[in-house]
């Protein structure tokens, strides 16, 4: 089975940066599209970015230009650099392999981490 560990969100002033990790473990990981996700208060979970190889990845329109998404095979870790960070981005952020359309695969979720930014 999949495993899924996300860790490094945490409290940041808009305009700063975070960088998320999710350790992916259970499978080959390299075989596995991956996304992010994330999850506000009150609203339903949406993608954030989605990672095929470095060739092959996208993005939601609201934080095209601001994040990046990129793996690691050899450590099995998922990332997702954030920059010029907004209030809007706050939500609980979760990895999860990538299906068609790059939507989330498996009905399991890890505890994600949450990302806050105040203004």
């Known amino acids: 089975q999949v495993q899924l560990v996300e860790s490094g969100g945490g409290l940041v002033q808009a305009g700063g940066s975070l960088r998320l990790a999710c350790v992916v473990s259970g499978t080959i990981f390299s075989a596995y599209p991956l996304g992010w996700y994330r999850q506000a208060p009150g609203k339903q979970r949406e993608l954030v970015a989605g990672i095929r190889s470095a060739a092959v990845t996208y993005y939601a329109d609201v934080v095209k230009g601001r994040f990046t998404i990129s793996r690691d095979n050899a450590k099995n870790t998922l990332y997702l650099q954030m920059n010029s960070l907004k209030p809007e981005d706050t939500a609980v952020y979760y990895c999860?392999?990538?299906?068609?359309?790059?939507?989330?695969?498996?009905?399991?979720w890890g505890q994600g981490t949450q990302v806050t930014v105040s203004s």
């Open positions: 999860n392999v990538a299906g068609a359309g790059w939507a989330p695969r498996y009905d399991y």
